[in-house]
């Protein structure tokens, strides 16, 4: 399914000791259900899915934790890159994805 990260046996093993509410945010990231504008359209909250920051693309999972450009500083102090692909994001441990979610303060 497209914009979706696919879990691994690492995630598995790091993810035991999230608290609830960090774990339901990595959830809704994982599968797109957040309170991103793409997601929000598609449940028809809002008229219009584009992202706040750069009104050319959807504001999905994928886009906001790996190309938004309001969030890249963001993005490189937490990931160590300006951008992420879906594979890059697949490989990482779930917690920087919590930390950077809720320091963008765009998820609730």
Same mark, same amino acid.
């Given at each position: 399914m497209?914009?979706?990260? *696919?879990? %691994?046996?690492?995630?598995?093993?790091?993810?035991?000791?999230?608290?609830?509410?960090?774990?339901?945010?990595?959830?809704?990231?994982?599968?797109?259900?957040? %309170?991103l504008t793409?997601?929000?359209s598609v449940m028809k909250i809002r008229e219009d899915p584009t992202c706040f920051s750069c009104?050319?693309?959807?504001?999905?999972?994928?886009?906001?934790l790996g190309s938004r450009p309001a969030t890249a500083i963001l993005c490189t102090n937490l990931f160590g890159a300006y951008v992420m692909e879906a594979q890059d994001l697949? *490989?990482?441990?779930? %917690?920087?994805?919590?930390r950077f979610a809720t320091a963008s303060k765009r998820i609730r």
């Open positions: 497209k914009n979706q990260l *696919k879990p %691994t046996h690492v995630h598995l093993e790091k993810g035991y000791y999230m608290v609830n509410v960090n774990l339901c945010m990595l959830v809704g990231l994982l599968i797109g259900h957040v %309170t793409g997601h929000l009104p050319e693309s959807e504001e999905m999972a994928l886009h906001f697949c *490989k990482m441990c779930w %917690t920087p994805l919590v």
